[in-house]
């Protein structure tokens, strides 16, 4: 079974710091996806990737950057974090962009709060 | 361009009743569909999809949706309500060509709760 792994559940950040969430898939998915999710506005595309070093943005990658170093790896990046950022963050993993052949992989998401 | 709408933010109906969460979808040609869920505490998990094929599609846990086009609608039913289908749902619509292949479109969720 596909396990898409976001390191942390939880996280709380100062206004300023510079933020990396990381998200691991362990099935050797080519395209990997952020999302923010806020109350009555459901899923938000950040940015995404079609394959190691590659990456696209998504719907509001504004504030947001992303590396893709290795294939099971897609780090998002929050420069200089800001309290509208606060949010929950959801990686998601998939091996073939026509969705139709397979689901979207979730991680369980990553509540950030900035202070 | 592709989207969705959900026609209820929140929708409460007794277990042992019959479930609806109505989706309406804007597409620029054949979408494809999708029903996901979401527990607390959870990530999404995939419910159903339509993909051109037949027209009611069947999905997990006893849940089900037609896709009508002349309707642009997908909404998700389910005979009977259980407890632990007390979640959040979302509809989702693909992007199929070009710069939107891969790409899921959200829409802002149905809570669904359930009472005893």
């Known amino acids: 079974d596909v396990k898409v792994t976001q390191s942390s559940r939880y996280l709380v950040k100062r206004t300023g710091e510079k933020v990396f969430l990381e998200c691991v898939q362990d099935?050797?998915?080519?395209?990997m996806f952020w999302y923010r999710q806020d109350p009555g506005l459901g899923l938000r595309l950040i940015y995404f990737s079609y394959d190691v070093k590659m990456k696209e943005k998504g719907d509001i990658p504004e504030g947001y950057s992303v590396s893709r170093e290795k294939k099971e790896r897609f780090s998002l990046i929050l420069e200089s974090a800001s309290t509208n950022q606060t949010s929950m963050y959801l990686c998601?993993?998939?091996?073939?962009?026509?969705?139709?052949?397979?689901?979207?992989?979730f991680g369980n998401g990553t509540r950030l709060t900035v202070t | 361009a592709q989207s969705v709408t959900q026609l209820d933010s929140h929708v409460s109906v007794s277990e042992g009743t019959p479930v609806l969460l109505r989706c309406n979808y804007s597409?620029?040609?054949?979408?494809?569909l999708f029903w996901y869920v979401q527990h607390p505490n959870k990530g999404l998990q995939l419910l159903l999809k339509?993909?051109?094929?037949?027209?009611l599609v069947k999905g997990i846990n006893g849940f089900e949706a037609e896709f009508k086009k002349s309707e642009t609608s997908f909404h998700l039913t389910k005979p009977s309500a259980h407890m632990s289908d007390a979640a959040e749902y979302f509809c989702?619509?693909?992007?199929?060509?070009?710069?939107?292949?891969?790409?899921?479109?959200f829409g802002r969720g149905t809570q669904l709760t359930v009472w005893p």
């Open positions: 339509y993909t051109s094929a037949a027209t």
């Open positions: 597409s620029s040609y054949s979408p494809s």
């Open positions: 989702v619509v693909s992007g199929n060509r070009g710069s939107t292949l891969g790409r899921l479109y």
């Open positions: 099935m050797d998915h080519e395209n």
């Open positions: 998601a993993s998939i091996q073939d962009r026509r969705v139709t052949r397979s689901p979207l992989h």
